[in-house]
Structure formats: C-alpha cells, structure tokens
C-alpha cells in the first residue's frame, strides 16, 4: 500500500483546503484512473512539461519513453513536478462566477530515478499493459532484449503529492437561488467505445479485460 | 484565426515528427476541446505545475483564478510551459513494445500578461461560459463589479505551441502480424451524461446547448 508523507509546504492546498486530500489511497485511484499525466521540470533554464502515459506500482509513479530522449534523460538530474486531473463534471451556477467543474487532480514533487535492471524493467512493463489491458500479457509476443534496451523507464516515489477533488453539485449565493435559470451538473465521463479490430488480427472479438 | 510560427526549437518535435502539426487551427481545436491544461512554471527555483480549466479567444489561451492566488502572481513574473492532452484510445499491438494510445496533446510555451481591463474581463468570462454551456451567458444573474475584482484572469499568447496528434491502427512488426492475440484500437471517448438538475433549480430541464 503506497505511503504519502503529511502536506508539505509544497502540496498544502491553501484555496479551498477542504477538497484537498493525502493519504495513499485517494492519490494512487486518482492516477490509477488517469491515462496521461503531465511531468514538469527544468532544462538549460527553461521549464519543460510533456504529456506522457504513466502507470502505478505500490508508491512509484512510472513512465516510460525511448532511450534517446533528451528529456527523459534532464529528469534524472532536476526535480520534476507532476499534474493529472480529470474532469467528472460541469457545474453550472446561476451566476457566472459559481460556475465551476467537478475534477480529481493530484499534484507530485520529486525526482525520477533510472530504472536500469532488467527484470524490474520487465515486470514494470508487465503492470502498464495490465494497467491498459489488465490480463492481455501473457498473450503477447515476448518482449525481446532489443526492445528492452531501446526504453527507458523511471520511476518517482509518491512522498510528496496531494489530491484536490470538487465532488457534489452547485453552490451558489443564496441570494440566486431563486433565479431563472437551469442550475445542475452535467457530468463528464470517459467511456470505451467499440473496439476496431485490427484487418489482420488473427483474433476476431475483443477480450474483454479479466 | 489565430497564426503560430514555425517549430521553434523548443516546439518542434523530434521523436516521431510526423506526428507534429503546428498550424493554428490544428492547435485550437485540440485546445478547445480541452476542459484543463497544466500550467508549469518556476518560483523560487523550484518548478510548478497547476492543472487549470482554460479556454481560448483567437490566438489567447486564457486561465483564471482568485486574485488572492499565490501561482497566478508568479505566472507574470516568469515564463511559463502548457500542455493539454485528450486520450482517444487505447492500442493494443501484439507486443507490449508497440502498444500505444491514440491522442492529441499541445505544448506551449510563453509569458502570461494580466487582463486587468474591466471590459475586456467581462467579455472573456462570456467567452468562457459559452465554451462550458453555449448560449447561457445571457441567462445568468450579472457578474457583480465585486466578483469582477476578485477574479484575476491572465492571457497567453500561441506564438511557440505545437500539437503531437496519434490516429489509426496499431503498427506492429511485420514478423508478428500472425501472433495469436486480438489486435486493435480501443476507443475512448468524453462523453456528458444525463444532467443532475439541482433540487432547487427553478428550470426543470436543462437547456441543450445553443
């Protein structure tokens, strides 16, 4: 079970305290649920971020890019922030100003560390396909030394990292309450749609996930 | 419309460049279709990210928050970096080494400026709930001058932005196209779900947008 620290200084949130949160649990099923996260950090000077896909195992964030990636190489040398946020819901107020979203975000401070050995490289890869497709790998083409050689994976440790998290509907001033117009939420949610089967796959049906 | 200038050297993509679009309208539909970005940028030599919903007006990304906001001060005082993703499916390859996802991300990079002409952040508000709920703005109570002051919204110009687009199938090796597992694209999409009226909303029916 993945540890978090208390609020540092860092991930303490200041508006609305309330919605944040940073106990292990809430932080790894917001980034067990998202696809994509968004890693920050310094290079020549200059702050970088790149969209990337990540995955969990117990307190370690992981991503994975190719060996010769500039960026995944300034990592292992700058401490880098981390963003995800999903979007549950549009809240709409009566007035403008309360109108707000329904979101599950976290926020991570740390430094990637090199994963260099192999058969951690290899289990790892094994939890992002069971992330993406959970029971799929033993059905795969074996991974070959090659295509180990040719990723680089890193990892960070979730010691300092908070959620932040609006839930619930609108809340507006009770002097609007009665103003005439709809008042709601219309929630967001990401949704699988039907699988395309690849021309030459030599299987028909998608599996569904065990 | 809004323009952006060739790749820069800090946009242009160079793993997998075919992947990258910098026109201005492929940059503002992967924009507008966003709820949030997250902004990164550097304050007292450390990097920060903060996931933010934003919207666009021409060639301006835009963002908001309290005034009192400790990050949104320091967003005008140094350069900042943006990215946004939408993930549009999963793909499953037969091996693990060519499993990858299907997206639209964007980068940009540049220096927020304030908005603080009173007109201007009004209109901009406008554009903002007509990105969350076309046509609802004239429906809403008015924004009050108290709520207008203590609303800070900032600016951004897409001058150096560039968009990192996946579509299609999977692309496996040819020596793995027989391998004996599903192959295909798994699709994702956003999708709103049947709004949740407020119990004391004096419009029963939430009003399709315009």
């Known amino acids: 079970m993945p540890q978090t620290t208390a609020p540092s200084p860092r991930t303490r949130l200041r508006r609305h305290p309330e919605r944040g949160h940073?106990?292990?649990?809430?932080?790894?099923?917001?980034?067990?649920?998202?696809?994509?996260?968004?890693?920050?950090?310094?290079?020549?000077?200059?702050?970088?971020?790149?969209?990337?896909?990540?995955?969990?195992?117990?307190?370690?964030?992981?991503?994975?890019?190719?060996?010769a990636s500039r960026m995944l190489k300034a990592l292992t040398d700058s401490d880098a922030c981390i963003t995800l946020a999903q979007v549950d819901g549009l809240v709409l107020a009566r007035s403008a100003?309360?109108?707000?979203?329904?979101?599950?975000?976290?926020?991570?401070?740390?430094?990637?560390?090199?994963?260099?050995d192999d058969a951690h490289k290899l289990a790892t890869m094994q939890a992002f396909i069971d992330k993406v497709a959970p029971g799929r790998w033993d059905s795969l083409r074996p991974v070959t030394d090659k295509e180990l050689n040719a990723t680089t994976v890193l990892r960070l440790k979730l010691t300092e990292a908070s959620a932040k998290i609006r839930t619930g509907g609108v809340k507006d001033d009770d002097?609007?309450?009665?103003w005439p117009v709809w008042a709601g939420v219309l929630p967001l949610t990401l949704i699988a749609g039907t699988p395309i089967t690849e021309p030459d796959s030599q299987v028909a049906d998608y599996p569904q996930p065990a």
Do not use: Q
């Not at 100003?97 to 260099?116: I, K, P, Q, T």
């Not at 002097?175 to 009665?178: G, H, K, Y």
């Open 175 to 178: 002097a609007d309450l009665s």
């Open 97 to 116: 100003f309360h109108h707000s979203m329904n979101f599950r975000s976290v926020v991570a401070y740390g430094r990637f560390e090199l994963v260099d």
């Open 22 to 67: 940073y106990d292990a649990d809430t932080l790894a099923a917001i980034i067990d649920d998202a696809w994509v996260c968004h890693v920050s950090f310094t290079l020549d000077g200059t702050v970088h971020a790149m969209p990337t896909a990540h995955w969990r195992v117990g307190e370690y964030l992981y991503i994975h890019g190719a060996r």
